[in-house]
C-alpha cells in the first residue's frame, strides 16, 4: 500500500493499514529531494519548451482520456513530419 504523510497517513503512524506491516520512507522520497528536483527542472528543462517552441519543433497533446486517443494523437505528430 502507499500512504502519503500529508495527505493519506495511515490509521496507525508506521504501521500498514492493509497488512499491519512495518511502513518505512524512501530516502530520496521528502521535502528537500523534491525541492531541489523542481529547481533543476526550472532551470534545465523548462527552458527547452521556449528553445522547441522556436524552432517550430514542439508538440503538444492532452495526456488524459482515452489511451487509444492520446496515442493516435502521437502517431499523428510523426505522420506530419
Do not use: M, W
Amino acid at each position: 500500500a502507499i500512504f502519503n504523510v500529508h495527505l493519506s497517513p495511515p490509521k496507525q503512524e508506521g504501521i500498514c493499514d492493509n497488512c499491519g506491516g512495518e511502513l518505512f520512507q524512501r530516502q530520496d522520497d521528502n521535502e528537500a529531494t523534491i525541492e531541489n528536483r523542481l529547481k533543476v527542472y526550472e532551470e534545465q528543462t523548462a527552458p527547452l519548451v521556449g528553445f522547441y517552441q522556436q524552432q517550430n519543433k514542439l508538440h503538444t497533446i492532452k495526456g488524459t482520456g482515452d489511451i487509444d486517443a492520446i496515442t493516435d494523437a502521437v502517431g499523428a505528430i510523426f505522420d506530419d513530419i
